[in-house]
């Protein structure tokens, strides 16, 4: 058997069919595409960057939303380059194993970043609501540990899943998936076998991930707003709910947009519409998730100006230095 070849069926690769109805317009998206992922690594390699640097930003918030920056790239980078390629490609295939690999990174980063958000909300909850404990309650030891488990809360439930579509008889070779990346919903839709227990397998995780860390995100938001209605301060109310409101916002597109794909007992039924509503949690959320969460923070805003400015005079310092150098040696 060649390698990366399924046992079933002797499938070696698959063709990923993109955006069919849009190719005639083939040059544009892949301009509009690398430009948005061009956008969204340098958003999120910046949060990462200063939020590792500048010890002002050494906090439980500022550390999950390096960790939440580091999953957004990850995750992007798991479906865009690939999709990219394919934008100039004739053939547009993607191996079997390569496909077996972006559903499982797929997966296990989208899950990984929901049981994230959930803490990151609960940590909100906990520094407005109970500010006196907050520093026990979400010490270093307890934050690393609890993004530990948001990474293997994505790593381990999503392996049985993956084994048992690679696994799977697949019916065509070159069969032709509906999708511009390999999910979930596309691939069974190609299986010549019922497929109907690994759906409703599929259905019971991703309403345990998605279902259980929307509600403790929306509990922990909801406490947040009465104890911002308790703000005596007007302009504090505002400023309070202007945060809330751009949070929500992010948290709405990406829950939204997840529970319309995945939470429904079957999935290879509405492939047609799938990539439509992949393109907010791909590209959409991760673009906006560093200018909502981060950019518009004025600690992380003045900790980029002294890091640009520390960049800056480094490199002004090394030019002179190299220019003295030169002028020694003409002389």
């Known amino acids: 058997m060649a390698p990366g070849e399924n046992q079933s069926s002797g499938v070696t690769e698959f063709i990923l069919a993109g955006f069919p109805n849009l190719n005639s317009t083939k040059t544009e998206l892949f301009s509009v595409f690398l430009l948005v992922y061009l956008l969204i690594l340098t958003g999120n390699m910046l949060i990462v960057g200063v939020v590792g640097a500048d010890t002002r930003l050494q906090t439980p918030m500022y550390f999950f939303l390096g960790n939440l920056s ?23 295939t993607i191996s079997f194993a390569a496909c077996i690999i ?45 993004v530990l488990a948001c990474w293997m809360g994505g790593l381990f439930p999503v392996l049985g899943p993956t084994v048992a579509v690679a696994l799977l008889p697949f019916c065509e070779q070159d069969a032709v998936v509906q999708h511009f990346f390999c999910d979930s919903g596309p691939l069974l839709r190609l299986a010549c076998t019922d497929t109907k227990k690994l759906e409703e397998t599929d259905f019971v995780l991703a309403s345990l991930v998605i279902v259980s860390s929307l509600m403790i995100t929306a509990v922990s938001y ?26 929500l916002i992010v948290v709405t597109l990406f829950y939204g947009s997840a529970i319309f794909l995945y939470v429904r007992p079957s999935q ?12 907010v949690t791909t590209f959409v959320t991760p673009l906006l998730n560093p200018f909502i969460y981060a950019l518009r923070n004025e ?9 640009f400015r520390k960049v800056g ?19």
């Open 222 to 247: 909801g406490h947040i707003v009465l104890a911002v209605l308790r703000i005596p301060s007007v302009s504090g109310r505002q400023k309070a709910f202007s945060t809330c409101t751009s949070h």
């Open 268 to 279: 290879s039924g509405f492939v047609d519409t799938n990539w439509a509503v992949t393109v």
């Open 70 to 92: 580091c999953l957004e790239i990850l995750l992007t980078s798991v479906i865009i380059p690939k999709m990219l390629s394919n934008f100039l490609s004739r053939q547009r």
């Open 102 to 146: 972006q559903f499982y990174f797929y997966f296990f980063l989208g899950a990984s970043e929901f049981l994230l958000l959930a803490v990151m909300s609960v940590d909100r909850y906990l520094a407005v609501c109970h500010p006196l404990h907050y520093p026990l309650l979400m010490n270093g030891a307890v934050c690393s540990w609890v």
């Open 313 to 331: 005079a480094d490199f002004l310092g090394d030019l002179l230095l190299v220019k003295s150098f030169n002028r020694k040696t003409v002389k």
């Open 299 to 307: 600690c992380v805003k003045e900790a980029l100006k002294d890091m």
